[in-house]
């Protein structure tokens, strides 16, 4: 039996191709240049860092401080007058059409989405579309699952289940308002079954936030004003996040984001179709909620120590997926939050909520999603529009191609 070369063993054996896949990936994977971010200000997801350096190898933040050395072929950026943030997370989206790249160009790598009907939407590009965990359809009180036949207790499993099977990542609850006891019974079981199989459960708030804090929710998303000081008192003792989405609110009151629309940071990098989403301006008859009382709710929340999470409600009228993170943190501080609770409240906050422990904070050995931008967006959050770059598993974003994609578009139409 002749004698096969090494070479000759590895391409005629079988499992020599999964050998080659792994050792031709891990070529390109350390093909990729490490990033250095030298002398750069850092919120890490919770606070402000003294001015460090973050390196970054392959997906993931690997050293920070001043005690290491970059590897050769290092990529350096100098970090001076910049702050260096999470990728944010969007707590309060519904996830359609080209959500996914609008967001990330926008420096928002992760989406939750909030109810959706439309199938679970995956990043069509891993590298260039922002990540999404998925609510999927929103759980009715009084239907059974996806049937027009009325809901019990026991068909509230069923349906979590169903939910499940589809790929929700956590359940997003309709809570109808009314009297009803077998409403509240429905709500109890939906959130019992979401728990027993380890996600969360949170709800639309459209009225009876008590009951649904008893209920055990995990989270509110919406409209804050109903919550009194006792309703708070219970969400903060019951570690009950609230997602106010006060930018949504704003227009829904009668006012219009349409200033916002115009900040040259902002406008270049909307699609047409966003843009004018954006700026649209109210036309009810009447405005169906009132900005002021949701403003003050949110700063009484925030007075409260409930954890305050920000979410857009994008593609709600006056709003646009990713920009509107921008917007929202503004409002918030406009609320009373700081910069810095605001910041942590579109990263480290969603992030601990939500379970999702691989990102939201610039630590060692989390995912490199990044976002810098110029200025001290610690002390004046509008300087989160100026971004620099976005980074998601340590890839840059190509920022520029996208910018003459929406100018493109808008001259062809
Ligand atoms: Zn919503």
């Known amino acids: 039996m002749k004698h096969r070369s090494a070479l000759q063993t590895l391409i005629l054996h079988p499992s020599s191709f999964i050998l080659l896949a792994m050792l031709l990936f891990a070529h390109t994977a350390s093909a990729q240049p490490a990033t250095l971010f030298k002398d750069v200000r850092v919120f890490d997801g919770l606070t402000l860092l003294s001015q460090t350096n973050i390196l970054v190898e392959g997906e993931k933040i690997t050293q920070m401080g001043h005690d290491f050395a970059a590897p050769p072929g290092t990529d350096t950026i100098d970090g001076t ?8 997370i969007d707590a309060h989206a519904h996830v359609s059409g080209h959500a996914l790249e609008d967001a990330i160009m926008a420096g928002v790598t992760t989406v939750l989405d909030m109810g959706s009907d439309t199938a679970r939407q995956l990043p069509k590009d891993d590298a260039s579309d922002a990540d999404v965990f998925w609510a999927g359809r929103t759980i009715h009180m009084l239907v059974r699952g996806d049937a027009a036949r009325p809901a019990t207790p026991t068909s509230m499993t069923d349906t979590v289940d169903e939910r499940l099977a589809h790929g929700s990542d956590y359940v997003n609850i309709d809570y109808l308002c009314g009297t009803a006891s077998i409403i509240k019974r429905n709500l109890e079981a939906t959130v019992a079954a979401a728990h027993t199989r380890g996600r969360l459960a949170v709800v639309h708030l459209h009225c009876d936030a008590r009951v649904c804090i008893e209920a055990g929710v995990d989270g509110l998303i919406g409209d804050p004003a109903e919550l009194d000081s006792s309703l708070m008192k219970l969400a903060r003792a019951r570690n009950v996040f609230v997602v106010p989405s006060l930018s949504s609110i704003y227009w829904k009151s009668g006012s219009s984001n349409a200033a916002f629309a115009l900040d040259t940071n902002i406008i270049p990098y909307l699609p047409r179709a966003s843009a004018q989403n954006l700026a649209l301006r109210f036309s009810g008859d009447g405005a169906a909620l009132s900005y002021p009382l949701a ?17 857009t409600d994008a593609p709600n009228p006056g709003t646009a997926f990713g920009v509107s993170m921008h917007r929202e943190m503004e409002l918030l501080t406009n609320a009373g939050l700081t910069p810095v609770h605001a910041l942590a409240a579109a990263t480290g906050f969603v992030a601990d909520a939500f379970h999702l422990r691989d990102r939201g904070h610039i630590h060692v050995g989390f995912r490199a999603d990044l976002l810098l ?28 191609a996208y910018l003459a994609k929406c100018a493109a578009e808008r001259v062809a139409k």
């Open 81 to 88: 007058g910049k702050t260096l943030l999470p990728g944010l």
């Open 295 to 311: 403003e003050l709710s949110t700063k009484k929340l925030q007075q409260a120590h409930v954890h305050i999470l920000a979410g």
């Open 373 to 400: 931008v110029s200025g001290d967006a610690t002390t004046t959050i509008t300087a989160t529009r100026n971004i620099v770059a976005v980074w998601k598993r340590g890839h840059k974003l190509d920022r520029t």
